[in-house]
């Protein structure tokens, strides 16, 4: 199948992905269609990597996005992979031009905390 042109773009996280590929599955299996081997494996990766439910991993890049020196790119890796400490969070923004102070990464690790 060949995509002809992209409709939306939306930033989801993790756990939100493992639902709506939850969807998808129920809907194969009441048409008794096979699910495709990248299907599979896309909802076997969900499932192996989500740890947060699509609610509070919402919740969660909502108060990340509130924070100063935060994209959305950025809060979904965050939520996706919950850091637990500082030298975590700074490999996160490695590719940024700039750097967290002390305050900024106990912040973002609070939250994280709150939602852990």
């Known amino acids: 199948m060949l995509v002809k042109q992209i409709i939306s773009e939306d930033i989801l ?3 939100e992905v493992r639902s709506l590929l939850e969807e998808v599955r ?3 299996a009441k048409e008794d269609k096979e699910l495709g081997y990248e299907l599979r494996k ?23 996005l509130k924070l100063e020196k935060m994209k959305p790119e950025i809060a979904v890796r965050i939520v996706d992979i919950l850091p637990l400490t ?8 490695a ?9 900024e990464l106990k912040d973002i690790l609070e939250l ?3 939602y852990t």
């Open 95 to 103: 590719k940024e031009r700039y750097t967290l102070s002390e305050k």
């Open 26 to 28: 129920e809907e194969r």
């Open 112 to 114: 994280v905390m709150k």
């Open 13 to 15: 996280t993790l756990g």
């Open 86 to 93: 500082n030298d975590e969070v700074r490999s996160i923004y």
């Open 42 to 64: 896309a909802i076997s990766h969900a499932e192996m990597f989500a740890r947060l439910e699509p609610g509070k991993s919402r919740e969660l890049m909502n108060e990340l």
